[in-house]
T-cell receptor
Framework: QKEVEQNSGPLSVPEGAIASLNCTYS??????FFWYRQYSGKSPELIMS????GDKEDGRFTAQLNKASQYVSLLIRDSQPSDSATYLC??????????FGAGTTVTVRA | NAGVTQTPKFRILKIGQSMTLQCTQD?????MYWYRQDPGMGLKLIYY???????DKGEVPNGYNVSRSTTEDFPLRLELAAPSQTSVYFC??????????????FGPGTRLTVT
């Protein structure tokens, strides 16, 4: 079982729609969770971090965490063409090491 | 602040050659990391460092070496390059304060091809 699994893409959504990305993790003691956005040929850029159960909103992005189900998600509302990228889910295993999922590629159709 | 910088941006190596990938951060972060990213895959941790003079292996350390003589610099050395080391290499850094460690910030990457 992989440590971090993301729903396989690619995910294609029309402009203005909601894009929903899912991530599950295997280590129950994980405490910190991150979503990175990576444009093609660029480095990962942190867009959301979440540490406690529930929802966290930042602009058009909402992260949701359910530790009992070992599940974290990212919603992108009012999707824009500029949101077209690969989204990486990362889980902090201990004080400093992250485990990354393989990523979900999102394409927003104009 | 420049953040995390990496050189070179691109490099082509022949099998058996060696090289050093440079990484520098100017944020006074104590933690630094090297990852590799293969096409369609997530990032795999090669080596990390929790401070000057302290390094440790990650998931995929074979064929690589690191050193950390200063807080700012964390070079990655490839000895006897092999085609399996063709990848994009990212350096990252993070800091710890008040018992809590924070998000990792990534450099722009080095695209390495071994032929």
């Amino acid at each position: 079982q992989k440590e971090v699994e993301q729903n396989s893409g690619p995910l294609s959504v029309p402009e203005g729609a909601i894009a929903s990305l899912n991530c599950t993790y295997s280590d129950r003691v994980s405490q910190s969770f991150f979503w990175y956005r990576q444009y093609s040929g660029k480095s990962p850029e942190l867009i959301m971090s979440i540490y406690s159960n529930g929802d966290k909103e930042d602009g058009r992005f909402t992260a949701q965490l359910n530790k009992a189900s070992q599940y974290v998600s990212l919603l992108i509302r009012d999707s824009q063409p500029s949101d077209s990228a690969t989204y990486l889910c990362a889980v902090k295993k201990n004080d400093y090491k992250l485990s990354f999922g393989a990523g979900t590629t999102v394409t927003v159709r104009a | 602040n420049a953040g995390v910088t990496q050189t070179p941006k691109f490099r082509i190596l022949k099998i058996g050659q060696s090289m050093t990938l440079q990484c520098t951060q100017d944020m006074n972060h104590n933690y630094m990391y090297w990852y590799r990213q293969d096409p369609g895959m997530g990032l795999k941790l090669i080596y990390y460092s929790v401070g000057a003079g302290i390094t440790d292996k990650g998931e995929v350390p074979n064929g690589y070496n690191v050193s950390r003589s200063t807080t700012e610099d964390f070079p990655l050395r490839l000895e006897l390059a092999a085609p399996s080391q063709t990848s994009v290499y990212f350096c990252a850094s993070s800091y710890k304060r008040g018992g809590m460690s924070y998000e990792q910030y990534f450099g722009p990457g080095t695209r390495l091809t071994v032929t």
